[in-house]
């Protein structure tokens, strides 16, 4: 080049130099390479941007851990970031080793790395022959390190045996790469192959070897001693009866190591190489450290693996089968236990026959009981208790004893149990339903336990307040008073455990209004509705969920679905047009006024969806005035019966209150001053119509309101 001409560009020299330009921008996640360093990656020699995965994909894992480090390194010493690289091709496989050269720096407003540096191809020497190893030498505690690291982790990471199989079988060690792989065990006094890599299909297939054979993997596991084998000749000398097993797979070098855990050896650990390899005492150190760690993964999979099969069967046979279906009714029941430790927890459910309910009409389908609980934990006590619990109201329902007293031997019971042991004293909470097919009519009693909830046939969510007491196991002397309910054609009971309500970091309130969402939106049948709850909570999930997902469970879960056949059910039994009536039922006692309140919530569930506020409000409040004058002027308890039905020119609500009391209240017309006598006024002003019905002991008072434009069937205006 003559003097003065102007110099090439940086690009030509680079290239001529067969070296790469790359710029990487950690925050967008991008890389851009030029033509020669796509050519280094294995790609198509021209300009192209690619994503951080498409990178990664071309590089060997460990250096692509180790990238990440040395880039952190540069950028808090302000130094150069220079690494060696193995590119890998589609069958993963080394085609060529790079080097990378680059100046990080840290966008502290993108919170990311910029790196621009050169990319060049080096010469590597064969693995495992002297050349090799001293080529390593300088990085080989930094790449040792980086690899133990990330092997630890991957390790740790595993679940399965196959998953740590599957690690074991992937990794690749820094300086020297094993291209085969097999983990025996012991069985019977045997030894196993657990799993393998590398080997031809069915190496495995009825491997099984007495452990006083001359074999180098039963010589580890009777010994706790290493075996290294750096050539055919070593091998063959030192095990001439079993050289056979392994002349037939070529290999050059073998090691043999002890899987060792709690200090008892487990089995052990080969790793075969195509090239000879001496054993230097820093590649036995590598070994021997992935071993352990080979052997400790091992172990907690088999624990997990074994946790996890006691954990289904103890589940499954605390769990009851729903049996054959009931004639006019459908049951749908689910359970998901916590995660953490033994995947087992205090919930239950359980159906139960009752003795004496053969039913003249539907043979078979006689009275039956729901019951769903949950004892105090989530442990193996508490799975312990619970199938004790679960057998002591079995025994107690199955000799015809009524809800309340099946929870009062319950409770009493448990106290006993806790009485024996304090420091393993429980409670629990439990509802107890008993169900006669045939009328629909469920006594409910409750102890400490979530209210039931009712589906009605037009998709309306009501909880149904229940009288209840104290949770099983603290008063040996508590009272369970029973509450009646009445299931109508096509609407579904639901009783939960706590766990499907609160996960979440909900409480009672916004739980329930989440679950009240997926009850009113849902259009399928039962089963896929019991999902559908579930699911809404954690995810995916059946009758007995193990796996993953488990890790994510606050609280375990027990839900049953109760429907009576009919349209709208959701229960798969003529579904097809919802009935035009929902109502609620509920009795207000003389020495319960704070009833009154929870009626006037149910009314407010019953019409949530009445297009007129004010006609809610006006509802509300005749219900409370006339719930009130039966409370304050008579003797006897309160029958709330309230009704929406479309009546063909729109929808209405009737509310009626039966009381037995003798006396028929009259309209009058109060004072200014006077303290009574306005319940029936407002009555006669707000409601569309309305009466006084003498029943054969006592009344029933009602009044209707009308949907539509706020005016009576007969076209009339509103009050």
């Known amino acids: 080049m003559r003097t003065g001409e102007p110099l090439p560009a940086l690009g030509d020299v680079l290239a001529t130099l067969d070296t790469g330009v790359w710029h990487w921008d950690t925050a967008a996640g991008l890389v851009t390479v030029d033509a020669v360093a796509a050519r280094l990656l294995g790609l198509p020699a021209q300009e192209v941007t690619l994503t951080e995965a498409q990178v990664r994909a071309r590089l060997h894992p460990v250096d692509w851990n180790e990238i990440t480090g040395v880039v952190q390194l540069a950028v808090a010493e302000g130094t150069l970031a220079e690494v060696r690289i193995r590119i890998m091709d589609e069958q993963n496989r080394v085609v060529r080793v790079v080097r990378s050269r680059s100046k990080p720096s840290f966008d502290h407003a993108r919170k990311g790395y910029l790196l621009t540096g050169s990319l060049q191809e080096v010469a590597e020497p064969t693995p495992g022959t002297p050349a090799g190893r001293s080529a390593v030498t300088g990085d080989w505690r930094r790449s040792r390190e980086a690899f133990l690291l990330d092997a630890g982790r991957a390790l740790a990471e595993a679940r399965s045996t196959q998953e740590v199989l599957r690690v074991a079988a992937n990794l690749s060690m820094p300086g020297f790469s094993p291209d085969g792989l097999a983990v025996f065990g012991v069985e019977g006094g045997q030894l196993t192959i657990i799993g393998h890599h590398g080997h031809e299909p069915g190496a495995d297939n009825a491997f099984y070897m007495p452990l006083d054979t001359d074999y180098p993997a039963a010589e580890v596991v009777r010994t706790g001693r290493a075996v290294y084998l750096s050539s055919p000749e070593e091998y063959r000398n030192r095990y001439p009866l079993t050289w056979p097993l392994a002349q037939r797979f070529g290999r050059r070098s073998w090691a043999f190591l002890p899987l060792t855990s709690s200090g008892r050896t487990m089995g052990a650990w080969l790793a075969a190489f195509a090239y ?142 806790g009485e024996a042991d304090p420091a393993e004293l429980r409670f629990a909470t439990c ?249 029936l006024v407002l009555v006669e002003l707000l409601a569309h119509t309305w009466g006084v019905d003498p029943r054969g002991k006592g009344k029933s008072i009602w009044y209707e309101l009308y949907e539509k434009d706020g005016a009576g069937p007969d076209g009339a205006p509103p009050v």
Not at 660 to 665: E, F, I, Q, S
């Open 431 to 679: 509802l107890y339903a008993e169900v006669d097919p045939d009328s629909g009519v469920l006594e409910v009693a409750r102890a400490g336990h979530p209210d039931p909830v009712i589906r009605t046939a037009d998709a309306t969510v009501l909880t149904r307040p229940t009288a209840g007491g104290l949770p099983l196991g603290i008063d040996p002397d508590a009272d369970y008073p029973t509450t009646r309910l009445i299931l109508d054609s096509g609407e579904t009971l639901m009783i939960c455990t706590d766990g499907l309500i609160e996960t979440g970091g909900h409480d009672l309130d916004t739980g329930w209004r989440r679950l009240r969402a997926i009850l009113e939106e849902h259009k399928g049948n039962q089963e896929e509705l019991a999902d559908a709850l579930v699911q809404a909570v954690h995810g995916p999930s059946s009758h007995h969920t193990t796996g993953p997902l488990i890790d994510r469970r606050e609280d375990d879960i027990a839900v049953l679905l109760l429907s009576r056949q009919g349209d709208g059910c959701g229960c798969g039994a003529r579904d097809t047009v919802r009935p035009p009536v929902r109502r609620t039922m509920l009795t207000v006692a003389q020495a319960e006024p704070e009833q009154v309140a929870v009626a006037r919530h149910q009314l407010r569930q019953l019409l949530h969806d009445w297009s007129s506020p004010d006609q809610v409000d006006s509802a509300v409040l005749l219900l409370s005035e006339i719930l009130t004058n039966v409370l304050v002027h008579t003797d006897a308890n309160a029958l709330l019966l309230a009704e929406v039905s479309d009546g063909g020119d729109g929808r209405r609500i009737r509310v009626e209150v039966t009381d037995a009391g003798g006396d028929l209240p009259h309209l009058r017309r109060p004072g200014e001053l006077a303290s009574s006598g306005r319940g």
């Open 276 to 417: 000879p390899v001496a054993f230097t005492p820093d590649e036995r150190s590598v070994l021997t450290t992935v071993a352990r760690m080979l052997a400790q993964a091992l172990s907690r999979a088999g624990t997990a693996e074994s946790e996890r099969a006691l954990t289904d069967g103890l589940q499954r046979s605390m769990m009851p089968k729903l049996g054959p279906g009931i004639p006019g009714m459908s049951v749908t029941a689910r359970y998901v236990p916590t995660g953490g430790g033994l995947q087992v927890g205090g919930d239950w459910y359980d159906v139960i026959p009752l003795p004496g309910g053969t039913s003249p009409t539907r043979p078979g389908g006689g009275r039956f009981a729901l019951v769903i609980g949950d004892v105090q934990g989530h442990d193996v006590r508490a799975a312990g208790l619970m199938g004790q619990l679960r057998i002591a109201l079995r025994a107690y329902a199955s000799e015809g004893h009524r809800p309340d007293a099946v929870l009062s031997r319950a409770s009493r019971f448990l106290h006993g149990i």
